[in-house]
């Protein structure tokens, strides 16, 4: 389904006649050819790209979560996703909308173990770690664990999230 959606925005929007098998094809070779150049990383064979700091005491923002995806060959399955920015990837592109425009990903499908293993070497050389997450505790766990100096932030939406459910509590609690 996901290849057959990519065949139509590719000829609606582009006018590129490909076709889904072929969407798929060149999805999986370069999933492929990712995998085993993280796999240099992981190893210790290369070192990681990192984002590049005017100074080494500049802050790097880490983000990461998780979802569940259903997948034909083993069903429901995890996807992580991970994106490091420096503050300076951070511009403003309208007046109150700013935009992150260089960031480095590490996805994993599977679960939490192995992708912090890929993850671990991206975040690995810098010096003062902003992690923005959601709640999930395999994340505040890792980051405790790992780096328990660097500051870490419940984002937006997870945040407002907690407020709104408290919120709710309260005034259904006042209602009783």
């Known amino acids: 389904m996901f290849f ?35 796999e240099t990383y992981v190893s210790g064979k290369e070192e990681a790209p990192a984002v590049k700091l005017k100074t080494k005491d500049d802050p790097v923002y880490m983000m990461f979560d998780g979802c569940m995806l259903f997948s034909r060959e083993d069903g429901w399955k995890e996807m992580k996703v991970g994106r490091i920015f420096n503050g300076q990837s951070c511009v403003q592109v309208q007046q109150n909308r700013k935009e992150i425009i260089e960031s480095q990903y590490v996805c994993h499908f599977g679960g939490h173990k192995e992708f912090l293993a890929k993850w671990e070497c991206y975040t690995e050389p810098y010096k003062h770690k902003v992690f923005i997450a ?39 609690r006042l209602l009783v």
């Open 4 to 38: 057959e959606e990519g065949e139509h925005i590719l000829s609606e929007l582009l006018g590129i006649g490909i076709s889904s098998r072929q969407i798929q094809r060149v999805s999986e070779h370069y999933g492929s050819v990712i995998e085993k150049e993280q």
């Open 134 to 172: 959601d709640g999930a505790k395999w994340i505040w766990n890792w980051v405790e664990d790992c780096y328990p100096d660097a500051v870490q932030i419940l984002d937006f939406f997870h945040a407002v999230e907690k407020i709104g459910t408290f919120a709710a509590n309260q005034y259904t």
